[in-house]
């Protein structure tokens, strides 16, 4: 019987698809992966030729880099995947090296013309491995924390900082700020760039007032946070928000180092199983300014995330992280039912997933654009009038042509700006 190991597929680079004696196979540039635990990384590491990979290096960080890989199926990033050690070592000895990104351990070049794919997609999603998992959305007393933090205050502008592509948004009260919203960057960012970007950003950063909300566990989320330490955490954040679901082992360890620097100050979120057919959002009560959301439990981290919505007084702002255009909408309409939205007031949007794909529905037989600014149910209760949408983004550093063009054409008929923060070349900043 093969040894296998369960690991996350983070990302990959698609090349091209090729006819093979009737079989079609697909050929990556590169693909990102990680251990979905420690037990997998041992899995991996007992059952490779000794020397080739040193545990060593897998200390705190455990993301493989894989180039040339040859795949029988059509790999989904966001997934869980088999990786099937017998097939793998069949393509070894190969071109391996440290890698220089901060938090991956190795790149391993395959040789070219490879035809022996070792992953395959895995029965387990994050519903049966991961025990967050609840049929009603809860409502702990750890979502207070963070209201009780921004009660008192107005939060009246937003910062979409420029980390490439990655994300890495601030809440402010004044010179405050008060919510960090993922402190990503480009997932190949060496450490030396990482400590840059985070020395940068930190000063402004205080443990009095500063609370840091993670949308979900992919790495172009919380990259940086990889390269600071716990003295850096403890000494620049009151408490630390995220979902209660680490989708691999880098995720764990990292979470692991957050909790030893604000120790009862961390609070997991938990992220509810899906009520209908389509994954959508569960909202927070809400206090003051600020509601949260959460996804629901899906196949991946993406749709499973936390969301903010802060209502401005001149306009409202939401932060989505990676969740689609269908929790978009289910947000919007839920703050419409709330009288939250108003004809008079503008959406700030931080589009989700740096300008991906739009969702799409099925309407009289044909898929078509979900529209997020006019729900058939509240017509015409909420339009996206003079609204601003930001991508934080960078068309050189990702490999999936992201934005799309025809999301851009998508949100410029929504609204009347489209900022992105590689054109503009800085951090985007709104009051609200």
């Not at 693909?31 to 200390?59: M, N, R, V």
């Not at 490879?114 to 009603?136: E, G, H, K, M």
Request: include cysteine; charge should be positive; aromatic fraction near 8%.
């Amino acid at each position: 019987m093969n040894k296998e190991c369960l690991v996350y597929l983070e990302e990959c680079s698609f090349s091209e698809s090729v006819q093979n004696n009737g079989n079609r196979l697909y050929n990556y540039n590169s693909i990102s992966i990680d251990f979905f635990s420690e037990e997998d990384l041992q899995i991996f590491l007992d059952s490779t030729p000794p020397g080739l990979f040193a545990s060593s290096e897998f200390k705190e960080v455990s993301f493989l880099e894989i180039q040339n890989y040859v795949s029988n199926i059509r790999l989904v990033a966001d997934r869980f995947y088999n990786l099937d050690l017998t097939k793998f070592n069949a393509l070894l000895p190969c071109e391996r090296s440290k890698h220089e990104a901060a938090a991956f351990a190795y790149r391993i070049k395959l040789n070219e013309g490879n035809n022996s794919p070792f992953l395959s997609r895995a029965s387990n999603t994050i519903q049966s491995q991961l025990t967050s998992s609840q049929n009603v959305n809860p409502i702990p007393a750890n979502v207070n924390a963070l209201y009780k933090n921004c009660k008192n205050y107005q939060i009246n502008r937003v910062r979409v900082l420029n980390v490439s592509q990655g994300n890495w948004n601030e809440l402010l009260c004044n010179k405050d700020v008060m919510v960090v919203y993922d402190i990503g960057g480009y997932k190949l960012s060496k450490p030396q760039n990482s400590i840059i970007l985070w020395n940068t950003h930190k000063t402004k950063y205080k443990p009095d007032c500063t609370s840091l909300v993670l949308s979900h566990w992919d790495l172009d989320h919380y990259v940086t946070l990889c390269s600071v330490s716990e003295v850096e955490i403890k000494a620049r954040f009151k408490a630390f928000f995220y979902p209660d679901l680490p989708i691999s082992r880098t995720a764990t360890i990292l979470l692991s180092k957050i909790n030893r620097a604000l120790k009862w100050n961390c609070y997991p979120i938990q992220i509810p199983k899906p009520m209908g057919r389509s994954i959508s959002v569960k909202p927070y009560p809400s206090s003051g300014c600020i509601q949260m959301y959460t996804g629901e439990l899906s196949s991946g981290s993406n749709l499973s995330g936390i969301q903010i919505y802060v209502e401005g007084n001149n306009k409202n702002c939401l932060l989505t992280g990676d969740c689609n255009y269908r929790q978009v909408r289910a947000i919007l309409e839920d703050q419409v039912i709330k009288s939250n939205i108003t004809s008079g007031k503008a959406l700030v949007l931080v589009v989700p997933h740096h300008g991906a794909k739009v969702t799409t529905e099925r309407i009289g037989g044909k898929d078509v654009d979900i529209d997020i600014s006019i729900s058939s149910s509240l017509r015409p209760t909420f339009q996206m009038v003079d609204s601003i949408a930001i991508i934080s983004v960078d068309e050189k550093n990702n490999s999936h042509g992201h934005p799309r063009k025809h999301t851009k054409v998508y949100l410029e008929n929504k609204s009347s700006v489209v900022k992105r923060t590689d054109e503009l070349n800085k951090d985007i900043e709104v009051n609200l």
